[in-house]
């Protein structure tokens, strides 16, 4: 038998590590005067809980990003990933999301309109099972506080067409504010459009199992200081977002954008055909070439502004992407031409080769411009 072995006792108690527990994720576009009152208020709702804060920001031009410096200098718990000009509030939270090891993690806007005092209860709701908890304001006592009348009509249309596309029943699915497992998260990802504002609504609609659902009902606060930034584009692309995933997929938003902006497009062409022939008296041919190259132009930059306006191209990359585009669509009219005539030998019916042209050269546009114009 051996003498039981001696340790050495220790002078100090060793360090204790916690694991960090919850990731708060905080999308910022021009929030600079929110950040260090936000970040106060959630040291106060958060305190004993490991957590950390992640700014994701879109190229503030306010000083948000120094701000979040500033008050990060002293802390290894506030994170900050800073993205190059304006690409949405969508992908702002997945990508905070899936830049952490947090086991859960939350989303909460910059502008102190969620309550954050009910975090600990979102979170705790996680903890005791739930995929994810759902700051709500439409149930046991929630509110929208001061909305004027036309806003509240509005978000209760938006809340109706979202019940269409959701198998999850959520009394607030146009919610930014919610905390979930970040496992729940990694598995909806790869079916999530990522487009406009309304992560939620994509997360729910695009989870591969349907997740079971907590809601904390807040009220809504004012915005403290700042403006919004929701927009007539954001309605837009919550449409877009609800045709993408009515039809799962297979109609995305940015090709409806693309065939509406080549719509667009086709009257331009046309009205200056009719000025150029008819008005100024041109010939047919000078007229037509100057009204396409006037409507490739009008394309280009317009897909530019609205399709592709995450990846926006300026400068020399905007000059650059109007030569590519122009190259591809003479690519798309030789094909368009082409394909038309092969099924126009083939059926004898004019309209019929012209659709088929037009489909394809539409199609092949889109196609290759995503992936020579404005690839990521
Ligand atoms: N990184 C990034 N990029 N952040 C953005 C962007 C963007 O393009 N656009 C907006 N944000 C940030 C803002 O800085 C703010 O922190 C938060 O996202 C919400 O933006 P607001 O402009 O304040 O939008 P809102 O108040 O109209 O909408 C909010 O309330 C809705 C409920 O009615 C959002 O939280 C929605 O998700 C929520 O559904
Ligand atoms: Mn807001």
Redesign the pocket.
């Known amino acids: 038998m051996n003498a039981p072995l001696r340790l050495p006792t220790r002078p100090f108690a060793p360090v204790e590590l916690r694991p960090l527990a919850l990731a708060v994720i905080?999308?910022?576009?021009?929030?600079c005067d929110?950040v260090a009152p936000l970040l106060a208020a959630l040291d106060r709702a958060l305190a004993g809980r490991e957590w950390e804060a992640i700014f994701?920001?879109?190229g503030s031009t306010d000083g948000t990003q120094g701000e979040i410096e500033t008050l990060a200098r002293h802390r290894r718990d506030i994170r900050l990933i800073r993205?190059h000009g304006?690409?949405?509030?969508s992908t702002?939270i997945i990508e905070g999301m899936m830049a952490t090891t947090a086991p859960v993690v939350a989303a909460i806007?910059?502008?102190m309109?969620?309550d954050e005092a009910i975090l600990p209860r979102l979170h705790d709701a996680v903890l005791a099972g739930a995929d994810i908890a759902v700051g709500t304001?439409y149930a046991n006592g929630g509110s929208?506080g001061e909305w004027d009348k036309s806003r509240v009509r509005k978000?209760e249309i938006a809340t109706r067409l979202a019940a269409a596309i959701t198998q999850t029943r959520v009394s607030d699915p146009?919610?930014?504010?919610f905390v979930v497992r970040r496992e729940a998260v990694l598995a909806a990802v790869p079916h999530m459009s990522g487009v406009g504002?309304?992560?939620?609504l994509d997360l729910l609609a695009s989870s591969p199992q349907p997740l079971a659902v907590a809601e904390v009902p807040y009220t809504?606060r004012s915005?403290q200081a700042?403006?919004?930034?929701?927009d007539s584009m954001?309605a837009l692309e919550y449409l877009l977002l609800l045709v993408d995933k009515i039809t799962h997929g297979a109609v995305p938003a940015r090709m409806i954008l693309f065939l509406a902006v080549g719509a667009v497009g086709l009257i331009v062409n046309l009205a200056a055909l009719d000025m150029l022939l008819n008005g100024a008296g041109f010939t047919f041919r000078a007229a037509q070439t100057a009204a396409v190259a006037l409507s490739i132009l009008f394309n280009f930059a317009l897909n530019n502004w609205l399709t592709y306006n995450d990846r926006r191209l300026r400068g020399l990359a905007w000059l650059r992407g109007l030569a590519t585009f122009t190259l591809v669509c003479g690519i798309g009219a030789i094909a368009q031409v082409g394909i038309s005539e092969m099924v126009y030998d083939e059926r004898r019916i004019w309209w019929i080769g012209g659709l088929a042209g037009a489909a394809v050269g539409a199609v092949w546009n889109y196609a290759a411009s995503s992936f020579l114009t404005w690839r990521r």
């Open positions: 905080i999308p910022t576009l021009n929030e929110n994701v920001d879109d993205r304006r690409r949405g509030l702002a806007d910059a502008d309109q969620h304001r929208t978000s146009m919610s930014g504010f504002f309304k992560v939620l809504f915005r700042g403006a919004s930034k929701l954001v």
